[in-house]
Nanobody, 123 residues
């Protein structure tokens, strides 16, 4: 059974940085796309960033230039470096994985999901 486990969430002031990590197990994640979506209270799920098996990355418009997604296939991990954080980045961040990037960007419903980690940015 494929499992994804996030770590690294927390609270930070606006302008600060956080790094999220996600460890994958139980599947061949090196050949899958991996990435992040988020959901703020009372809002719709939002695509944040994803990276394909070959290293091509794609970002949501609201985080371009501030967030960087990376992966380590040898360790089955994906990271999200978040810089210049804003209060509007406050949300639960979910690690996710699927065969390709399509489900991240269009349906926002990849096949595999982690439990989520809270990120809170105060002004």
């Amino acid at each position: 059974q494929a499992q994804l486990a996030e770590s690294g969430g927390g609270s930070v002031q606006a302008g600060g940085s956080l790094r999220l990590s996600c460890a994958a197990s139980g599947g061949i994640f090196s050949s899958y796309a991996m990435g992040w979506l988020r959901q703020a209270s009372g809002k719709e799920r939002e695509f944040v960033a994803a990276i394909g098996s070959g290293g091509y990355s794609y970002y949501g418009d609201s985080v371009k230039g501030r967030f960087t997604v990376s992966r380590d296939n040898a360790k089955n991990t994906v990271h999200l470096q978040m810089n210049s954080l804003k209060p509007e980045d406050t949300a639960v961040y979910f690690c996710a994985s699927d065969v390709g990037l399509y489900s991240f960007i269009t349906t926002k419903n990849p096949r595999y999901w982690g439990q989520g980690t809270q990120v809170t940015v105060s002004s």
